[in-house]
Structures are given as structure tokens and as C-alpha cells.
């Protein structure tokens, strides 16, 4: 029989063993989209990607994650949609605390600045992102919040 502290520690390795997991998935598909171009294989083969570098909320260190996106105009939206999970992505509150960030797409690489889409826009924008991505809506279907759509503008240097 376990106890309550032999469970959270069998729970903290888990997780532990699972954001290890997901970071050398993510590692493995940026060295793969930068060795190719921004094209990668897999279940991402066909989906525009992009790489996104924000600046740690806390830490300041910058730290690159792999997405979907949807152009719009001259702009780039993401969703932190995180697969349904009940919190924000941790991209995401590094934008919203620096939102100055780093686009990678094909082999272009551009400063942005990040805005989180409100109201009327967020809604416009989060029915096209449905209609191009139906997974959208089943990941929003897993969890009470509501997932933050982000427009990604190229900044003038």
C-alpha cells in the first residue's frame, strides 16, 4: 500500500518524466524543421508550422516552441490550445509578459510582436481557426477555459 507521500512522489515522476518527454519531442522537431526548411514529417507533415521564441516570465531565458499557426493578412495566429490541458501553454504567459518575441517560418526568420486577440477579433479569428483546424474544437471541448488566440505582427527593425 502506498502511502500519500510514496503517491506524490510517483505522481512528480511522472510528470517530471512526461515534460522530459515533451521536450525532447520538441527539441527533435525543431532540429528537424531547421534542418529542412520548416518542413517536418510526422503528424505535423502538411501543417504550416512555426517556431516560436519568447523570453521566460520569470527566468528571461529564451525559450523556442513548435506550432500550428493560421496566416491572416500580414499576420501569423496561434491558439494555446495545449491539447485541451486545463492551464494556459507556458509560451503563452511568456509572451504575455514579453510580448516581443521571434518567428521562425520556412527558413525566414523575423522579430513579432505578440497581441492577444479580444472580443469581436478573437472570436472572428477563433471560428476561422476552427474551420481550418476542427481539432481546435475538440481541444476546447476538454476544458472549461478559453484558449487565447495570439496575433503574431512582423516588427520594422
Given at each position: 500500500?502506498?502511502?500519500?507521500?510514496?503517491?506524490?512522489?510517483s505522481?512528480?515522476?511522472?510528470?517530471?518524466?512526461?515534460?522530459r518527454?515533451?521536450?525532447?519531442?520538441n527539441?527533435r522537431?525543431?532540429?528537424?524543421?531547421?534542418?529542412?526548411?520548416?518542413?517536418?514529417g510526422?503528424?505535423?507533415?502538411?501543417?504550416p508550422?512555426?517556431?516560436?521564441?519568447?523570453?521566460?516570465?520569470?527566468?528571461?531565458?529564451?525559450?523556442?516552441?513548435p506550432m500550428?499557426?493560421m496566416p491572416?493578412?500580414d499576420?501569423?495566429?496561434?491558439?494555446?490550445s495545449?491539447?485541451?490541458?486545463?492551464?494556459?501553454?507556458?509560451?503563452?504567459h511568456?509572451?504575455?509578459?514579453?510580448?516581443h518575441?521571434?518567428?521562425?517560418?520556412?527558413?525566414?526568420?523575423?522579430?513579432?510582436?505578440?497581441?492577444?486577440?479580444?472580443?469581436?477579433?478573437?472570436d472572428?479569428?477563433w471560428?476561422?481557426?476552427?474551420?481550418?483546424y476542427?481539432?481546435?474544437?475538440?481541444?476546447?471541448?476538454?476544458?472549461?477555459?478559453?484558449?487565447?488566440?495570439i496575433a503574431?505582427?512582423?516588427?520594422?527593425?
Amino acid at each position: 500500500m502506498l502511502t500519500s507521500e510514496g503517491q506524490t512522489r510517483s505522481l512528480d515522476t511522472a510528470f517530471t518524466r512526461t515534460i522530459r518527454e515533451m521536450n525532447d519531442y520538441n527539441r527533435r522537431l525543431i532540429e528537424e524543421f531547421r534542418a529542412h526548411g520548416g518542413k517536418v514529417g510526422g503528424m505535423w507533415e502538411g501543417t504550416p508550422l512555426l517556431l516560436l521564441t519568447t523570453r521566460g516570465a520569470k527566468s528571461g531565458q529564451r525559450r523556442t516552441t513548435p506550432m500550428g499557426y493560421m496566416p491572416e493578412g500580414d499576420r501569423l495566429i496561434v491558439f494555446a490550445s495545449s491539447g485541451g490541458a486545463p492551464t494556459h501553454p507556458d509560451w503563452y504567459h511568456n509572451l504575455v509578459a514579453h510580448p516581443h518575441v521571434t518567428v521562425e517560418v520556412g527558413i525566414e526568420i523575423f522579430d513579432a510582436i505578440a497581441v492577444v486577440a479580444e472580443d469581436e477579433e478573437r472570436d472572428r479569428l477563433w471560428t476561422m481557426g476552427v474551420a481550418l483546424y476542427p481539432d481546435l474544437a475538440e481541444h476546447q471541448a476538454k476544458t472549461t477555459r478559453q484558449f487565447p488566440v495570439i496575433a503574431l505582427s512582423r516588427q520594422e527593425r
